[in-house]
């Protein structure tokens, strides 16, 4: 899941977004994400884990440029990060890795500064079998919270740890048990089990990664960048808090997760010609 973050040097600080308390508050948070320090297995066929062996420990890819393109252009060009220059190694969408040992890099950061120390640029590259992508907003929010206080002045030794919960059988909880039909949602996402499923499940994460990327950049991609304005964004907030729990705390990213996916499931819809609700509630 590769996601671009820009921030804007509005006031013009000169230590805008310390490179030391960058890297100083990743290092603290990968405290409370282990798995991402860990390397992705394949016991069987199509059937993938996450080890962490304490001796040989499989260090995100972390690096920092300087680029010669100005936050306003980059602005211009909508955000597009094919104008990055330079840019990060961003083709992966399905973490390769390399192909002869096998070693996949869970997570791959890149903090591009751009010229003029007008803004910088942070994009993350992290492993689908790691986190989804409410989780990986969780982790940029709880990276931000941990810089935030750095800055503040408090140190590293007086942050406490918040680990994250892996229990999945919160999740298969939720789940309805075997003998119901599975909504029509799921059965999209399903795939027959034909010779081509099974030859990719057989493939090793590396193989089977490098493929896939190989793929997408023979199709190619499309970006774009959307904007939501404060006004809109408070609204949005006033209709989920008439619409839920008491108390209730919802983010600003928890409403943007659930406009990004409402948007994709009408974007779905509509090249299948179905008709689907048009709000987030």
Known sequence: MPVFYHYKNIDGNADFMSSDMLRSSFIAVLREYPLMLGRLCQKEMGHCYINIDNNNLNSPVYSEVQSNMHFDQLQKAQFDPEHLQPGPNKASFFLAGNILTGAIKLVN?????????????????????????????????????????????????????????????????????????????????????????????????????????????????????????????????????????TGQRISDNDVLVAVYNIVYAQSIAAEENEKINSGIL
């Not at 999740?171 to 010779?195: F, R, T, Y």
């Open 109 to 245: 950061i890149c903090i591009n500064r751009l010229k003029d120390n007008s803004g910088v640029t942070i994009f993350i590259s992290v492993a689908h079998a790691l986190l989804d992508f409410h989780g990986l907003v969780m982790f940029m929010n709880r990276w931000a919270e941990i810089y935030r206080q750095l800055q503040n002045g408090i140190s590293l030794d007086n942050i406490s740890i918040k680990l994250a919960n892996y229990d999945r059988s919160i999740i298969s909880k939720l789940i309805p048990p075997p003998e119901d039909p599975p909504a029509e949602s799921l059965k999209k996402m399903q795939l027959d089990g034909g010779w081509l499923s099974k030859w990719l499940a057989w493939l090793s994460p590396a193989w089977r990664g490098s493929l896939f990327d190989f793929s997408i950049g023979l199709a190619g991609t499309t970006s774009g960048c959307f904007h939501i304005s404060r006004s809109s964004l408070d609204e949005l907030h006033k209709l989920i808090r008439d619409n839920s729990t």
